[in-house]
């Protein structure tokens, strides 16, 4: 038996339908089928009604779902409790964080921090399968802060009475090709296949990048060559001119035509807030310092993005 079995048969209790439980799990419908399957085969017993719309609990259902519930959170909070000695210096933070982000952004956030605050230790979480692990981290305390992107295609519509956020910057998803390949056309008007490199279905970027497509004149023609999870193998792949990628900016160490592509066309670009939650409880001095200056941060770039549109 696996733990995502059990938050993914929680997850289904909660939204009584799989394919919402699976998007707030950032799995597949068939593999959330599959994994309560198996969660049913484990316990012996069916746990779900499927002859009902919406989905209904068994009265085995009903009784697991109770210590389901008590098993994850004693787990988790087990990890938050251990996770302590894990930590470079228990006065330190931890930061739980979207690979994509942890690549440049999150380097550059820290050392601005430095400035302001103090050096400090800090640990990076970023190798959590979902979102959803890194919310019940951040509950548990396995971690200090979560760093991800923000976008109404996407929302978590975690509750800002628990889990408060601050908005500190902005990146700009395009998409790319290799710098000497002939442009891709996006417009309508062309028939020619695109080769597409895209991200795994449990990955947030492809929500996001699904909501773009789904009103794009030109989804018909993606012929999809290459699928991963990290923005940096897209990168490569996209380099090596076996396609186009949607890419955040962050993944460029330098301009993207020193990494060798260039972009394809501005008019499909997506903005993406970048968002910084915490969990209001969690009030550890360095914490709230931290955030106290992440407030500042936020507020000046607001200040003079307003500036540049006045002057517009």
Not at 114 to 127: E, K, L, N, P
Not at 158 to 166: A, N, Q, R, S, T
Not at 288 to 297: A, N, R
Request: proline content about 4%; overall charge neutral; hydrophobic content about 40%.
């Amino acid at each position: 038996m696996e733990l995502k079995w059990l938050e993914d048969f929680i997850a289904v209790a909660k939204r009584r339908h799989f394919a919402q439980a699976a998007a707030d799990r950032y799995i597949t419908q068939s593999a959330i089928s599959r994994r309560i399957q198996a969660l049913e085969s484990w316990v012996g017993t069916s746990l779900l009604d499927r002859s009902h719309n919406p989905v209904q609990l068994t009265p085995a259902g009903e009784e697991y779902l109770l210590l389901a519930k008590d098993l994850v959170e004693r787990t988790y909070q087990s990890r938050a409790m251990i996770s302590q000695f894990s930590r470079i210096d228990k006065s330190g933070i931890a930061i739980g964080c979207l690979h994509t982000l942890t690549l440049n952004y999150l380097p550059e956030l820290l050392v601005s921090l430095y400035g302001s605050v103090g050096r400090f230790s800090s640990q990076v979480i970023a190798d959590v399968r979902s979102v959803e692990e890194y919310v019940t981290g951040l509950q548990n305390r396995s971690w200090d802060f979560f760093i991800c992107y923000s976008h109404d295609s996407a929302s978590m519509n975690l509750d800002p009475l628990i889990f408060p956020h601050i908005d500190i910057g902005k990146h700009v998803i395009q998409p790319y090709q290799a710098i000497d390949s002939e442009p891709v056309d996006l417009t309508r008007h062309s028939r020619e296949p695109i080769d597409y490199l895209e991200y795994e279905s449990t990955t947030y970027m492809t929500r996001v990048i699904s909501h773009l497509l789904s009103r794009a004149p030109f989804r018909q023609r993606l012929n999809t060559l290459y699928r991963s999870s990290l923005a940096e193998s897209l990168l490569s792949a996209t380099r090596a001119g076996i396609g186009i990628s949607w890419l955040p900016e962050t993944v460029f160490k330098h301009s993207p035509e020193e990494e060798g592509v260039k972009v394809v066309d501005s008019d499909w670009n997506i903005d993406l807030r970048i968002h910084v939650y915490r969990l209001r409880e969690n009030r550890r001095p360095l914490v709230m310092k931290i955030w106290d200056q992440l407030e500042i941060l936020s507020a000046d770039q607001a200040r003079t993005s307003n500036l540049l549109m006045s002057a517009r």
